[in-house]
T-cell receptor, first 116, second 116 residues
Framework: GNSVTQMEGPVTLSEEAFLTINCTYT??????LFWYVQYPGEGLQLLLKATKADDKGSNKGFEATYRKETTSFHLEKGSVQVSDSAVYFCALKVVAGGTSYGKLTFGQGTILTVHP | NAGVMQNPRHLVRRRGQEARLRCSPM?????VYWYRQLPEEGLKFMVY????????ESGMPKERFSAEFPKEGPSILRIQQVVRGDSAAYFC????FGTGGLAEQYFGPGTRLTVT
């Protein structure tokens, strides 16, 4: 089956610090990989995605590279801001194969708190 | 274009009562996914529907849970005879017609169900 494992949280950083949130996966088939962000009281928003090996997804200063050899998709940001405080979810989707129907498989989420 | 709407945002039910959760997809979207987020866990897929059809309900508990997406009106997730273990956040996501699992899913803000 498909599964996603994220680093244990919560993560607490000072403003302008470097952020890494680790994500590894197992999948039957060739997955697309995603990072979603959930701000307090809101639904999930797509942050970035990558659909094939060595692709780099990027958005709002966040980056993640699809590493097939290590089955990883780690999220990084060079300088975090207080406004980045949220819960971050790594997820995968396998479309090929006929029975996945595009459903997402999520990691358990990582709470990020950034202090001024 | 309004986003995915869910109501109510918060729902409190006593054990044994019924819970009805509603999801109005984005305009023009005819695919709906429901996910459940238990405390301290990531989101777990429950069911995937297209208008008037259940396509994949592999994540739905076998008893007490049902879902529908009628030709007119919102998608409904119904939980009969709720128990404390049903307390969770329930999210729906919609995606456009005709692009199946390839399309991005847009999430609603969720309904937080509390069973007392």
């Amino acid at each position: 089956g498909n599964s996603v494992t994220q680093m244990e949280g919560p993560v607490t950083l000072s403003e302008e610090a470097f952020l890494t949130i680790n994500c590894t996966y197992t999948a039957t088939g060739y997955p697309s990989l995603f990072w979603y962000v959930q701000y307090p009281g809101e639904g999930l928003q797509l942050l970035l995605k990558a659909t094939k090996a060595d692709d780099k997804g990027s958005n709002k200063g966040f980056e993640a590279t699809y590493r097939k050899e290590t089955t990883s998709f780690h999220l990084e940001k060079g300088s975090v801001q207080v406004s980045d405080s949220a819960v971050y979810f790594c997820a995968l989707k396998v479309v090929a194969g006929g029975t996945s129907y595009g459903k997402l498989t999520f990691g358990q989420g990582t709470i990020l708190t950034v202090h001024p | 274009n309004a986003g995915v709407m869910q109501n109510p945002r918060h729902l409190v039910r006593r054990r044994g009562q019924e819970a009805r959760l509603r999801c109005s997809p984005m305009k023009g979207h005819s695919h709906v996914y429901w996910y459940r987020q238990l405390p301290e866990e990531g989101l777990k897929f429950m069911v995937y529907l297209q208008k008037e059809n259940i396509i994949d309900e592999s994540g739905m508990p076998k008893e007490r849970f049902s879902a529908e997406f009628p030709k007119e009106g919102p998608s409904i997730l119904r939980i009969q005879q709720v128990v404390r273990g049903d307390s969770a956040a329930y999210f729906c996501a919609s995606s456009p017609f005709g692009t199946g699992g390839l399309a991005e899913q847009y999430f609603g803000p969720g309904t937080r169900l509390t069973v007392t």
